[in-house]
């Protein structure tokens, strides 16, 4: 899609570089990315085994590829559909307490779009708690759960499996009275946390930048959050942290404007 839509014909994902070029510059900004969470570690969930638990992702394609959703394992549509978030984040059983502050409205948003598609359809997400990240996320999330019907369940699943005939079981505890209940759907879909980026780690110490704990860039000033602990190199969008379309624009545009600023200094010096 991008490759198609680019005026300019600049993007290229078969591109190879033919040679190294040396050169010396006056600034750089990182904008590695991130990358998505395996969600193959949480076997308890059976991503991989089980053809009808699917990521986020794969949901996403499905429906703006074929224009509706189907379970994987005999390609008939799905009615009955959970979402499970925080799938790989704000878990310390496998080292990552970080929140991946997208999944919230990302989950709610394909529920959403669920229902436009197939009133009918039934959406349960599961959720640890709700992380109201974003502008206008409390009115979306009420016109989700009223207007759209969609069904949340604060519960984490313990299991998730699939019978013979392709029906997927969740086993979870009831918030309520703390018994372990089970339900039943044609579909699972993983919300799953965003980590940095692999190739970041090696780049973070051949610049000799700092990085946090979880990995993401860290910056020595929390007002100015582009700007890493060396002069003239800046950091932008998810390499800092999970973030939002949205923020990533808004961190770009900062990190451009800061290497203007930065390569002003620099000429007054001259």
Request: a positive charge; hydrophobic letters at 35%; proline letters at 4%.
């Amino acid at each position: 899609m991008c490759v198609d839509n680019c005026p300019f014909g600049a993007i290229s994902f078969s591109h190879k570089i033919q040679k190294e070029i040396l050169s010396n510059i006056s600034a750089i900004v990182i904008a590695t990315g991130f990358e998505p969470w395996d969600p193959k570690i949480k076997v308890e969930y059976g991503y991989g085994i089980n053809k009808n638990v699917i990521t986020a992702t794969e949901l996403e394609k499905q429906i703006y590829t074929k224009g509706y959703v189907f379970r994987l394992s005999d390609k008939k549509r799905a009615k009955k559909i959970a979402i499970i978030q925080c799938v790989g984040s704000r878990d310390r059983s496998i080292d990552n307490p970080n929140c991946s502050q997208v999944c919230c409205a990302y989950g709610m948003k394909m529920a959403r779009f669920l229902k436009e598609q197939d009133s009918k359809v039934e959406v349960s997400i599961f959720y640890m708690d709700i992380q109201p990240f974003g502008k206008g996320f409390t009115k979306f999330f009420n016109e989700c759960k009223e207007d759209y019907d969609i069904q949340y369940l604060r519960s984490t699943p313990s299991q998730i499996s699939q019978d013979k005939e392709g029906k997927i079981k969740i086993r979870y505890e009831d918030p309520q009275d703390g018994t372990i209940k089970k339900k039943y759907f044609d579909l699972a879909v993983l919300s799953i946390a965003l980590n940095p980026g692999t190739k970041f780690e090696k780049l973070a110490e051949n610049l000799d930048i700092w990085i946090k704990d979880s990995g993401f860039c860290e910056s020595p000033d929390s007002m100015q959050v582009i700007k890493t602990s060396q002069k003239g190199i800046f950091a932008a969008g998810t390499c800092q942290g999970p973030k939002g379309i949205s923020e990533c624009i808004a961190n770009a545009e900062n990190a451009a404007l800061e290497v203007i600023l930065f390569l002003k200094t620099l000429k007054n010096k001259e």
